[in-house]
């Protein structure tokens, strides 16, 4: 599987912020010694962003209009964002990861929120004009994406995540967007039990992609919304989706241990059958 990066994602960042420039590096270090194909990332075109964003929210982030405790108003945060963005597109054309920052799946229409800034996993399913489940694997819900493609017949959302925590959404299933709140640290086999039950409920006609949130933050080590996984439950993830025989492409969003994170990745990759 390609994966997708640019080094300017490195560029920006603020202390103490648990999305920095090293989480990213170092997962790229890592991934490079196993011997990835890489393939530089090109920024989104504004008609890209506008397939999921308002061109109000645009110029908000232009102009650094907007106001979010968890997303600064770095200098051109807009570049970074339209960066991510694209490598999200470009993911989703060669079916491959993209491994950038900023992440995306809290960003909504027309709201910043969560370290994201546009919703890149959206913005790649409607260039796509394809029929996607998205399976959303960080350990927050992708609030951003459900109410993108809320009552959407072109999208179904499937989510499991951690509750009670950060952004409060994601209680119950409503419409097409399926949601499995988790307890804190419940482990692998009660983690990977409910992602089983999750696609027997879910009618997969017509579907003709997968687009993966991949979020790491459910990792046993993560300061933020550990579910208790380890590393050979991100592989055994890849092996159920990669059993649906369908084409598939990665996004990624959270995972704040450093150390392990690339391992993580490769470990979801590895299970998808890269």
């Known amino acids: 599987m390609k994966i997708i990066w640019h080094p300017k994602c490195l560029e920006y960042g603020a202390p103490g912020h648990p999305e920095s420039p090293e989480r990213l590096k170092r997962a790229y270090e890592f991934l490079s010694a196993q011997g990835y194909e890489f393939v530089l990332a090109e920024p989104a075109a504004e008609e890209d962003l506008l397939r999921a964003h308002s061109e109000r929210h645009?110029?908000?982030?232009?102009?650094?209009?907007?106001?979010?405790?968890?997303?600064?108003?770095?200098?051109?945060?807009?570049?970074?964002?339209?960066?991510?963005?694209?490598?999200?597109?470009?993911?989703?054309?060669?079916?491959?990861?993209?491994?950038?920052?900023?992440?995306?799946?809290?960003?909504?229409?027309?709201?910043?929120?969560?370290?994201?800034?546009?919703?890149?996993?959206?913005?790649?399913?409607?260039?796509?004009?394809?029929?996607?489940?998205?399976?959303?694997?960080?350990?927050?819900?992708?609030?951003?994406?459900?109410?993108?493609?809320?009552?959407?017949?072109?999208?179904?959302?499937?989510?499991?995540?951690?509750?009670?925590?950060?952004?409060?959404?994601?209680?119950?299933?409503?419409?097409?967007?399926?949601?499995?709140?988790?307890?804190?640290?419940?482990?692998?086999?009660?983690?990977?039990?409910?992602?089983?039950?999750?696609?027997?409920?879910?009618?997969?006609?017509?579907?003709?992609q997968i687009a993966i949130s991949a979020g790491f933050d459910t990792y046993y080590k993560d300061p933020l919304a550990s579910l208790g996984l380890t590393t050979e439950g991100y592989f055994r993830i890849g092996e159920r989706l990669k059993k649906l025989g369908l084409p598939m492409f990665g996004v990624l969003e959270g995972g704040y241990c450093v150390e392990d994170l690339g391992r993580n990745i490769h470990a979801l990759l590895k299970g998808l059958g890269s």
């Open 58 to 208: 645009l110029q908000d982030v232009k102009k650094l209009r907007f106001y979010d405790p968890d997303s600064p108003r770095y200098p051109n945060i807009f570049e970074y964002a339209a960066l991510s963005a694209g490598a999200a597109i470009q993911a989703m054309r060669v079916n491959g990861f993209s491994l950038m920052r900023p992440p995306g799946h809290h960003a909504a229409r027309e709201r910043v929120a969560g370290f994201c800034y546009f919703n890149n996993i959206a913005i790649a399913v409607r260039a796509s004009g394809k029929k996607t489940l998205i399976v959303d694997i960080d350990g927050h819900h992708g609030d951003g994406t459900q109410a993108i493609f809320l009552g959407d017949p072109q999208v179904i959302y499937l989510s499991l995540h951690s509750f009670p925590n950060y952004p409060g959404t994601g209680l119950r299933s409503e419409q097409n967007c399926y949601n499995y709140p988790l307890p804190f640290d419940c482990g692998d086999k009660v983690y990977l039990q409910t992602l089983d039950d999750a696609l027997k409920a879910i009618d997969l006609n017509g579907v003709e």
